[in-house]
Every structure is written in C-alpha cells, then in structure tokens.
C-alpha cells in the first residue's frame, strides 16, 4: 500500500525536475539578451505549450533559438 510519503518524494523529485528545466530556459533567454519583460512572456508561452519549450531545448544554435522565439513572438509558430 502506498503511503503519503511515498507518493510525494516521486512528486517532489517531478516539480524539482521541472523548476530546474524552467529555470535553464530563463538562464538562457537572459544570457540571449532578452529584456525581463519579454522573458517573463515567452515563459508564460512555453509553460501553456510545454511541446514549444521542448522544441526550444532541442535548439544548438542562440540564431536558431532567437528564430525560434521570434516566430512565437509573431504568432507564426501555433506549437
């Protein structure tokens, strides 16, 4: 029988990995230069469509990533 305890250390270990994800895409939107407030938007973006979030981490390049986040930006990429 599962207990509380044993339920929430997997759920816990769930949100840190999350946090952890999210704060690495903010880490590097500021390192790109984006102004805070845009940074807090495309956040906002990313955790209402986390497949756009997974697509930015598979991005190598900050030009295919500033692409990437210009098209959201536009409104041209639906994610």
Known sequence: MWSNKNVAQPVQSI????????????????????????????????????NSAEIFKTLRSDHDKMEFIMSIVRGGFRG
């Open 15 to 50: 949100t840190k990995e999350k946090e952890s994800e999210s704060q690495k895409i903010v880490d590097q939107l500021e390192r790109m230069g984006l102004p805070f407030l845009d940074r807090i938007e495309l956040m906002k973006k990313f955790l209402n469509k986390p």
